[in-house]
């Protein structure tokens, strides 16, 4: 199956520890982007990278969250110092174009974080 | 960049009754695509409409984009148990990001 992967699937962490969250995206894409879920509500961008590039993280808290898609390997949103707040889904999605180019977006599993 | 504004949040129906759902802009969209969620699932990209008074069908589903583009709307026929789930309208803005509404949950009713 060459559909975007996410793992963990559900990730529990006690305040003030980190949390690694990774995504490989589909054979073929290049361009990676992640998400933000909470209960109820509607997905709200994080950040949008490319192979060693950040495009755009305007969607990402300045402090404590890193995102990072390496020339080997798969893209990692990295939350350090973690608190209660951070309790989200996070999911993952990939596409072949660039977001220029209006492409619709192939989402993985996500990532379902939970803070104690 | 502007919102989208879905409504309604909720939609409970008998299983066999329609379900619509509106997604608004106050502005002009260069686009709209819809997206399904089940529950605990990941979004699931539908469609993507662009043209002015587009209408696009898929077996029970009707996409519709409104003639000055500035709303849409998913109509389904019939419900069956299976369509249980969120929908949600999403478009690009002028800054590259997809924005989504907040969704219209689909609740058939026991």
């Known amino acids: 199956n060459a559909g975007v992967m996410q793992n963990p699937r559900h990730l529990v962490r006690r305040r003030g520890q980190e949390a690694r969250l990774r995504c490989s995206p589909m054979?073929?894409?290049?361009?990676v982007y992640w998400y933000r879920q909470l209960p109820e509500e509607g997905l709200k961008f994080m950040v949008y990278?490319?192979?060693?590039?950040?495009?755009?993280e305007s969607g990402m808290p300045k402090e404590r969250f890193s995102a990072e898609f390496p020339k080997e390997g798969p893209s990692i949103l990295r939350i350090q110092q973690v608190v209660r707040g951070d309790s989200a889904a996070y999911f993952c999605a990939s596409s072949y174009d660039d977001r220029g180019s209006n492409q619709p977006q192939h989402f993985g599993d996500g990532t379902r974080l939970s803070i104690l | 960049g502007q919102q989208v504004m879905q409504i309604p949040q909720y939609q409970h129906v008998q299983e066999g009754e329609d379900f619509t759902t509106y997604c608004n802009s106050s502005?002009?969209?260069?686009?709209i695509q819809w997206y399904k969620q089940r529950p605990g699932g990941h979004p699931v990209f539908l469609i993507q409409l662009v043209k002015s008074g587009e209408v696009k069908k898929q077996k029970r589903l009707t996409f519709q984009f409104g003639e000055a583009k500035k709303n849409s709307s998913l109509h389904i026929t019939a419900t069956q148990t299976t369509d249980v789930g969120t929908y949600f309208c999403a478009r690009w803005d002028s800054n590259y990001q997809l924005i989504w509404g907040a969704g219209t949950k689909l609740i058939i009713k026991p």
């Open positions: 990278l490319q192979k060693e590039n950040i495009i755009d």
């Open positions: 054979k073929g894409h290049s361009h």
């Open positions: 502005t002009t969209l260069s686009n």
